[in-house]
């Protein structure tokens, strides 16, 4: 079937079904004004859901009591589900597939927009609902399908290089490294004073999940290689990426990663950050409002993260509030939507949590940028970072990723046949 076809029907979920990939389907322009969005009607009050990965922070439920007080009749249950993005995936899939009203508002990952809008999981929002001019642009754009809004942004995700200050300065190294090379120099300094002894150079998140395909990119497109091209066609048996596995792998071999690493998600990296185990670690914003209440307060600070040749290239992370398709009292999810995805709210996301807002302002707030001097790099971060693969077959996609970045790092294939056999992977799951 030709582009041109696909996009003139509109990318219809039957053709979803037929495993087409729909990055080829053109942007019709937005839509959507007053309380309808194409079919839905927002209809119904009373209790709802929220459900999003498990909360290490606990602001999730100091909002949504906030929400509580003002709407007795409407009850919001915050439902935890587990910290990794690839289960919450499979859990809120077998929640529409079953048909089931249990979640209402999901906490969907930016990378999933796409095969929840086609697969009609998630109902199409009216977009001039929400203050979307006010927040930055490559984050609206994760909470569109083919021009639509599908999402309400609440919270970004950019990568950030969190390091020990204090080792840094003791080892009379002054500024945090702009390249792989200077970390890993840093690095023979640092393990050089005795407060180092045991400790480990680097981590990020590497084992088998959502966070490894992040890793993965984020390496890739630090050395100059994309994963797929402008066109979203997969392009990553190149020299290029080939510099940005060898280097996760070569780290893995040669120790600059602990071995342990590749068992590592989010919150093992920061715990083993916090407990003094690592000098430098690849991780998220919130870790830096969870670390500043811990043993390390006044002795880290974050940097851009390093790249080959110079600064190196974030993946861009972040949560959206879409809308089960198959929920109960749609009337109260929307108006609980536009409340926690609302400035007031990120306003304490951040405040308290440190999570990365989708609103411009926040990040040059006077007072928020005395509180985390490194608001301006975060936002820089979001701006240039590399959305992964926009596509319906989003969950083969990061599948092959996985699988093949995995083999990589833990020495069950070179980084060259690795990347050759996720080229032919990738090509195969996103074939028209
Ligand atoms: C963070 C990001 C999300 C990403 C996940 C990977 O939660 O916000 O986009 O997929 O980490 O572990």
New binding site residues.
Partial sequence: MKTRTIRALRCSATLVAAGLLLTACGSTGGSGSGQQAGSTSFEGRGPITYVA?KDATGVVQKVIDRWNKLHPEEKVTFVQLPT??DSQRQQMIQNAETKSDAYTVLSL???WTSEFAAHQWIDRLPEKQFPLRSMLKPVVETAKYRGDLYAAPA???GGLLYYRTDLLKKAGIAEPPGTWAEMTADCAKVKKLPEAEGMSCYAG?FQK???L??NFAEAVNSAGGVVTDADGKPDVDTPEARKGLDFLARSVRNGTIPKEAVTY??EDGRQAFQFGKLIFLRN?PYVYALAEKGQLAGKFAVAPLPGLNGPGSS?????NLALSSTAKNKATALDFMKFFSSEDSASTFLKDASLAPPYAALYDEPSLVKRYPYLPVLKQSVLRAVP?PRVVQYGDVTSAVQQEAYAALTGGKSSAQALKDLQGALQKSTAQ
């Fill in positions: 990965g990794d993005a990952d930016v990378v919270s970004s995700d998140q999940y959502e966070g395909t992040v998600q989010e998220w993946s861009l992370g972040g949560h992964r």
